[in-house]
């Protein structure tokens, strides 16, 4: 039987981020992480959720975004912006564990899930789910307004997705979400022309 945290955490690897770690689960769940493991093994045991094992970097400390764009502001130094997303990677990728949602939580919960197409974003991926985590730390209000890239995709075919959105209680986005990586100046520039032209607030983390 499913419980409330395991319904939340499957509405969140098929519609929110793809995937997590047990550190990261055991902070939006504010319990220990050997309690985490045992839940997610039984899930795992269920077909509810997969196990994979990819390279990627240590976790950045997000204690927030690097840029927060209103509409009608003025343009970020894209150049600096993109030396500071650079900067901070010191460590190199470690093989962590990591899980995702499984072809039965999809069939439950819509969404997305399964084996990992492009493993190489692990480090990307797990940003995004910290970032959520770090909403949920400072504005657990806020989660039910969080849109998922997967799902912002449905339907559209071409153009720049963010990583996640948040919208208000009609739907329509207010904020895009990006985690910036090692962006260069030119998708940095990219990133922000994209709000700017549908008028869109952001923050780059």
Known sequence: MLTG???A???????????????????????????????LRALDAAGLVLTA?????????????????????????????SYRLKARWREPP?????????????HLFGGSGGRLDYPLQATHDLHVAAIYARLAEADPGQLARWRGEETLRRGRKRGKIPDAVLVDGRGRPTRAIEF????????????????ANARLAYELW
């Open 9 to 39: 955490l499957l509405e969140c690897l098929t519609g929110r981020f793809r995937l997590i770690t047990p550190a990261l689960l055991a902070r939006l769940w504010g319990c220990s992480e050997a309690c985490v493991r045992r839940r």
């Open 53 to 81: 094992r990819v390279q990627a970097r240590p976790l950045l400390d997000l204690s927030g975004p690097l840029v927060r764009w209103e509409p009608g502001g003025p343009e970020p130094d894209f150049g600096r912006v």
């Open 5 to 7: 945290r395991d319904e």
């Open 94 to 106: 470690v093989t962590t564990t990591v899980y995702l949602a499984g072809r039965r939580a999809v």
């Open 180 to 195: 910036g990586g090692s962006y260069g100046p030119a998708r940095v520039r990219v990133f922000h022309r994209v709000c």
